[in-house]
């Protein structure tokens, strides 16, 4: 055990550290509801007191709901803003919201719900940004309280092995999404750790035995849980319950501690049960709440289970704006779960009586957390917020560390392995998932810069912008897939103007108007507007077009980038080389396949069963006609034709579509690189289905209509096998409808 010793004071300096590094990588306010409680702050901080709740109220100052939320964290980053000499004033409501924002969808591009500054917003700080990241430091400090009481509560409940208390510690202390509302401005970081403090404390007076000196503690204890949001009173019932079971054969003495017990908590917290009375006759606020914000509009029951499941991912992992990590690590999570329930259940009657009275209590406290988010899921607001889970964390886990410790004879084991994998995790969440969404697009001197790998010769938007390069990648996708563009951009002159981006795939072939992907955003997904680019810096900026996942047909598509005004749409005007370019600058072409995309693979499309050819003829040694179907259109012949490429076609091909009379006389052609020179032969892919157009004349005379392939360099046709035999004029032949 002596090796131990140091282990928890280690668990909560790492978990100390990584909420630091989740704030900073936090861009201000993109945390669940950080503007609201950091305006509720800034209103206490300007001496206008505690909001009274109004919905008019609510939106003048900006704090929204948050604005009907007991004081006590507030008032101490309030204190805490005034001691630093820190300010807020230049935070004026709401901040501008990012328009062009993908929170809550899946892609992790743009996933910023605000716009960001960084003049203000990078180390050193100033203004907002720098007294939001010391409220942020404050959060954290309370999560590290909160690992600290986890720890005694499994120390005092389940006292051998040593190992679980550890572990109980150490599973709070790396829960990625723990760690992540320990980097931001929110209450819950303040009841959590009393709620924890509460329930420590009450197992501790369960071993060693209540004075009257510790239910005055446990008191003030949940009155501050109290005074910190209204779950808090669910601390009040647990050391009630634990007063109860520790003195319900001496009445006297239960009767004595409960009205010292009672008597803190009201001294703390009974004159906002008071002020609430006064206000809107009920004691919590919470009906008056609710008449302003609205009670659940759509049906509890069916939702219940989808939100339950989605309340356990987030309670690991859902950060801002719902990024997660891939679904194996919520399964993988879920086995260890699962382990720690098996490793309680094979010895669970194994356990002292008094330890197994201590694992009842906490499941209690674990159902009374449940019961409170049922009740507020059922008739307050949709919620699957896992985080309100978080104030059970110190049954969560005593609980889990327990079963973990009992899976074997050797829990130093378990509690390296499930400390480093959840340590691994909660890096990763920072490094991988949470980091590279909100990060800065790289910068550089205009002399340090990196050299484009498809630099552009004096391209420019307008006076404003120069582009000098980019890179496109892959340049071959499948529906479903992305692809990243990379644009080098330089400011030619001081921007003072607010510009945004499109960059769009558009149809190249000829009168085809069709765009597959058109994705608005502002620089650096909402972190790097124009108007704070310095002349002298160089920045690359990176982007990522979602493909469809149902493409019609494999084609190529156009890349090309648009820069316009945000105030008005209005585009900036392309030059490249000092010519004029229209108002968007080419960024070359890129393949995609067709198909539908499951997620894990792609199912082609089909050749139409009424043009599908049982046989089909080769060309060359790499195109194969699956199909074929001639459609008579008043004066003209439509010649439909469905081409599958075999190997790759290092060559651009040109189609040959003749139309012959009865004696083999050319009467009319259509010849056509493919797609009208849309989709070129070199960048057909091994599988692609490209289905093609042809219009002839069709004056009468027509008897047969004849495909080819040729090099319209040298003219030279591609040999055609048809049925194991060459032909003559390497000529497919399509027989005319009668």
């Not at 009670?295 to 859902?318: D, G, H, M």
Request: hydrophobic share 45%; with cysteine.
């Amino acid at each position: 055990m002596k090796q131990l010793r140091l282990l928890p004071l280690l668990l909560v300096i790492l978990y100390l550290a990584l909420a630091v590094i989740y704030g900073l990588l936090t861009p201000i306010y993109e945390g669940p509801d950080e503007i609201g409680h950091v305006l509720y702050v800034k209103h206490l901080v300007e001496g206008l007191g505690i909001p009274v709740q109004t919905r008019e109220y609510a939106i003048t100052y900006g704090f929204g709901q948050e604005g009907s939320q007991p004081p006590l964290y507030y008032a101490l980053n309030a204190a805490l803003v005034r001691s630093f000499g820190l300010s807020l004033a230049d935070r004026e409501g709401l901040p501008p919201a990012n328009p062009f924002t993908t929170c809550g969808r899946p892609e992790r591009y743009n996933v910023a719900l605000y716009r960001h500054d960084p003049r203000w917003e990078e180390f050193p700080y100033y203004g907002a940004a720098r007294a939001v990241h010391v409220m942020r430091l404050f959060s954290a400090l309370l999560g590290g309280l909160t690992v600290a009481a986890v720890y005694w509560t499994a120390r005092f409940a389940f006292p051998r092995p040593g190992e679980v208390a550890l572990l109980a510690a150490a599973v709070v202390a790396f829960n990625p999404q723990f760690i992540f509302m320990g980097g931001v401005v929110n209450n819950d970081n303040l009841v959590n750790c009393l709620s924890a403090l509460c329930v420590a404390t009450t197992m501790f007076c369960l071993r060693r035995g209540f004075t009257p000196a510790r239910a005055l503690a446990l008191g003030l204890i949940c009155g501050l849980a109290t005074l910190a949001k209204v779950g808090g009173l669910m601390a009040l019932a647990f050391a009630g319950m634990g007063l109860l079971i520790a003195l319900w054969r001496q009445p006297k003495r239960l009767v004595g501690h409960a009205l010292l017990l009672g008597a803190s908590f009201v001294l703390v917290s009974g004159w906002w049960f008071a002020r609430n009375w006064t206000l809107y006759g009920e004691l919590t606020g919470l009906d008056r709440m609710t008449s302003i914000y609205g009670p659940r509009r759509s049906s509890p029951a069916a939702l219940f289970v989808p939100e339950l499941i989605s309340a356990f991912r987030s309670y690991w992992a859902t950060f801002a704006c719902d990024l997660q990590f891939p679904a194996l690590t919520y399964w993988l999570i879920a086995l260890i779960v699962a382990g720690a329930v098996w490793g309680t259940a094979r010895t669970w009657k194994t356990l002292p009586a008094l330890e197994r009275r201590n694992g009842w209590l906490l499941l209690v406290w674990l159902g009374l957390v449940i019961a409170s988010w049922v009740r507020w899921n059922w008739v307050n607001t949709s919620t699957s917020m896992g985080r309100l889970f978080f104030q059970a964390n110190a049954a969560i886990g005593a609980l889990l560390g327990y079963g973990l410790a009992r899976l074997t004879a050797r829990p130093r084991w378990v509690l390296a392995g499930v400390g480093t994998g959840f340590l691994g995790m909660a890096l990763a969440g920072a490094l991988l998932v949470l980091g590279p969404a909100f990060a800065l697009p790289p910068r550089y001197p205009v002399a340090s810069a990196p050299v484009p790998p498809q630099p552009l010769p004096e391209a420019h938007f307008g006076d404003a912008i120069t582009a000098l390069g980019y890179e496109v990648s892959p340049r071959s996708l499948e529906p479903g897939q992305a692809l990243k563009v990379t644009l080098y951009l330089q400011p030619t002159r001081t921007v003072t103007e607010d510009y945004a981006l499109a960059l769009q795939l558009l149809s190249p072939v000829p009168g085809d108007d069709v765009t597959l992907v058109n994705l608005n955003t502002l620089p650096g997904g909402g972190t790097h507007p124009t108007y704070a680019w310095e002349r002298d810096e160089v920045i690359v900026d990176r982007y990522r077009l979602q493909i469809p996942a149902q493409v019609e047909r494999a084609q190529a598509w156009r890349v090309v980038a648009v820069v316009y005004r945000l105030t008005d749409g209005k585009r900036l005007p392309v030059t490249v080389a000092g010519q004029p370019a229209g108002k968007m600058l080419g960024l070359g072409l890129v393949r995609v396949g067709a198909g539908a995309s499951t997620g894990l693979r792609v199912r082609p499309l089909e050749v139409p069963s009424e043009a599908r050819l049982e046989s089909g003829p080769l060309f060359g040694e790499a195109i194969w006609l699956e199909g074929a179907r001639l459609v008579p259109d008043g004066d003209r012949l439509r010649v439909q034709a469905w081409w599958r490429a075999g190997d790759p076609v290092p060559d651009r091909y040109v189609t040959l579509v003749h139309l012959y009379d009865a004696e083999g006389t050319l009467l009319a052609a259509s010849d056509s690189p493919p797609l009208g020179g849309a989709f070129p032969t070199s960048l057909w892919e091994p599988g692609d289905l490209v289905a093609d157009e042809y219009i002839l004349p069709d004056d009468g005379r027509g008897m047969r209509v004849g495909l080819g392939w040729y090099d319209p360099v040298s003219g030279v046709r591609l040999p055609v096998l048809d049925g194991g035999e060459l032909l003559a004029d390497s000529v497919y032949g399509i027989p005319l409808l009668p």
